[in-house]
């Protein structure tokens, strides 16, 4: 079973070393979102519709609302990952130019070859991240290292304007948008999605991708994992209260959808954070 050895978060997004023997869902979010292995075995991960290699030289990269997967076999062995899912926000508080990362095109390829540099420091990150008993500076200091040499390294920030992927062109898919937020832990059909965006619902599937370059579904789905890693930790929420507010018919239904888009159940998450010091 997939484990959660460490995790943190906060204002810049999150931070987790993860041991992954299970498969995870297509989905997407708001972060850019960087993959190094650091332990065990070689494995893949699928960007769009391409599976690429996720080993000792190479890093995955994947942009701010890009779709991705793991594609794990049963019977394939463990890999410890690294995974960084860092808020455009955060980042252009580093450089401002670096709000690119919220851009569709920030990493131009979506896997490399690790430099040493960023090699290292992604090792010293994974280290502090199991080493140190709280939550402080040095995390973030090492945080901020690791992704600038990342981005210098792998994007094409210099060439890209600041953007706010939270504003999209078409005002029906705002409206849209407005209905799924205002709707975690509703009932509702996409019929009422397009309704309340003045779309049918071919076309609201067909306008909303174009915007946003997910389908409604995964857009959805990408904000209640946001809602659950917020509420998380939250020492007094417990997991059946948190399943209840978003709308899962089930605590074990809640456990299921988050272990298919993260690898790992919110106990364990929750867990991770507790070890790391984030939680009280």
């Given amino acids: 079973m997939s484990?959660?050895?460490a995790a943190?978060?906060?204002?810049f997004g999150r931070v987790a070393l993860l041991d992954i023997d299970r498969q995870v869902v297509s989905h997407?979010?708001?972060?850019?979102?960087?993959?190094i292995k650091v332990g065990g075995a070689d494995s893949t991960f699928r960007v769009?519709?391409?599976?690429?290699?996720?080993?000792?030289?190479?890093?995955?990269?994947?942009n701010s609302w890009e779709?991705?997967?793991?594609?794990?076999?049963?019977?394939?062995?463990?890999?410890?990952?690294?995974?960084?899912?860092?808020?455009p926000a955060w980042l252009s508080g580093i450089e401002r130019g670096f709000a690119a990362s919220a851009a569709a095109g920030f990493f131009a390829r979506p896997c490399v070859s690790l430099t040493s540099g960023v090699r290292r420091r992604a090792y010293e990150m994974a280290e502090a991240l199991l080493a140190s008993a709280e939550a402080d500076g040095q995390h973030l200091a090492l945080l901020a290292d690791l992704m600038i040499a990342i981005v210098e390294d792998f994007s094409e920030w210099r060439r890209l304007p600041a953007v706010d992927r939270r504003s999209v062109p078409d005002f029906r898919v705002r409206r849209a948008i407005r209905f799924l937020e205002?709707?975690?832990g509703r009932d509702f059909t996409l019929a009422d999605v397009a309704r309340a965006a003045g779309l049918s619902r071919p076309h609201l599937f067909e306008v909303f991708r174009r915007n946003t370059g997910v389908t409604p579904q995964l857009y959805y789905n990408a904000l209640r994992m946001e809602a659950a890693y917020s509420a998380l930790p939250g020492a007094g929420e417990t997991i059946a209260g948190l399943s209840a507010s978003l709308g899962f018919a089930?605590?074990?239904a809640f456990t299921r959808f988050f272990r298919n888009n993260l690898g790992i159940a919110p106990r364990d998450y929750r867990r991770s954070l507790?070890?790391?010091?984030?939680?009280?």
């Fill in 28 to 35: 997407a979010h708001p972060q850019c979102h960087v993959l």
């Fill in 250 to 252: 089930a605590p074990g």
């Fill in 48 to 62: 769009k519709d391409r599976d690429y290699p996720l080993a000792e030289g190479t890093a995955v990269l994947v």
């Fill in 274 to 280: 507790r070890e790391t010091g984030l939680l009280g």
């Fill in 67 to 87: 779709p991705h997967a793991y594609p794990h076999t049963p019977a394939a062995p463990r890999s410890t990952v690294l995974a960084l899912y860092v808020n």
């Fill in 3 to 5: 484990d959660g050895k």
């Fill in 8 to 11: 943190l978060q906060g204002a």
């Fill in 182 to 184: 205002n709707n975690l």
